[in-house]
């Protein structure tokens, strides 16, 4: 009955490469969102979907690519990996119109580029 | 745009109080909420303060003034599973995303 789920968990790669990274909710939530928390705990949101929709897109490389096929599910795909990618990739769902807009966050994946 | 501003880390001891001061800029104010991160784990949220005044939720509360633009999370009878990251967070506008301080490191010692 995991609430927000991300695979995976790990993700240890060469520079160059091509990864994604999966995300679902089952919450019922309308809103979907990747954040990236640097070695330094930085966290810090890179997009943002609203019912499939992207509604936020910080200043985040273009080979960092969302996609989300319906509002229970959030993918990051990333083209030519570089070594500053190496972080861990949070997935959070929130509920519009909630004065605190609470944010769920998945387990984290963290990615290492080598 | 936002900052926030949060001390990195403070340290206590099993049993006490320790109090975890936030100040904000931001150009409106959608209130400020409290997230929890223990090493390894996920972000997990904490408390919200809309308003000026003190929110309790069992050993934790919230504090926010408005006029200040400061608030912060008070601890009491801390317990060694206490020790982890606390990030204050806040939202400039109804549809804006949530803006996240560095986090404060809390250890909590015999």
């Known amino acids: 009955d995991t609430a927000v789920s991300q695979t995976p968990k790990y993700l240890v790669t060469q520079m160059g490469n091509d990864k994604s990274i999966k995300c679902e909710q089952n919450?019922?939530?309308?809103?979907m969102y990747w954040y990236k928390q640097d070695s330094k705990k930085f966290l810090k949101i890179m997009f943002s979907y609203n019912n499939k929709e992207l509604i936020i897109n910080e200043t985040v490389p273009n080979r960092f690519s969302p996609k989300s096929p319906d509002k229970a599910h959030l993918n990051l795909h990333i083209n030519s990996l570089e070594l500053g990618d190496s972080a861990v990739y949070f997935c959070a769902s929130s509920q519009p119109g909630q004065g605190d807009d609470t944010q769920y966050f998945g387990p984290g994946t963290r990615l290492t580029v080598l | 745009g936002q900052s926030l501003e949060q001390p990195s880390e403070v340290t206590a001891v099993e049993g006490a109080i320790v109090q975890i001061n936030c100040t904000y800029q931001t150009s409106g104010f959608y209130g400020l909420s409290w997230y929890q991160q223990h090493d390894g784990g996920a972000p997990t949220f904490l408390s919200y303060n809309g308003l000026d005044g003190l929110e309790e939720t069992g050993r934790f509360s919230s504090f926010l003034s408005r006029s200040d633009s400061y608030g912060y999370l008070l601890l009491q009878e801390l317990q060694m599973k206490d020790s982890a990251s606390y990030f204050c967070?806040?939202?400039?506008?109804?549809?804006?995303?949530?803006?996240f301080g560095k986090g404060t490191r809390l250890s909590v010692i015999a």
């Open positions: 919450l019922g939530h309308d809103t």
């Open positions: 967070a806040v939202r400039d506008e109804g549809n804006t995303p949530l803006v």
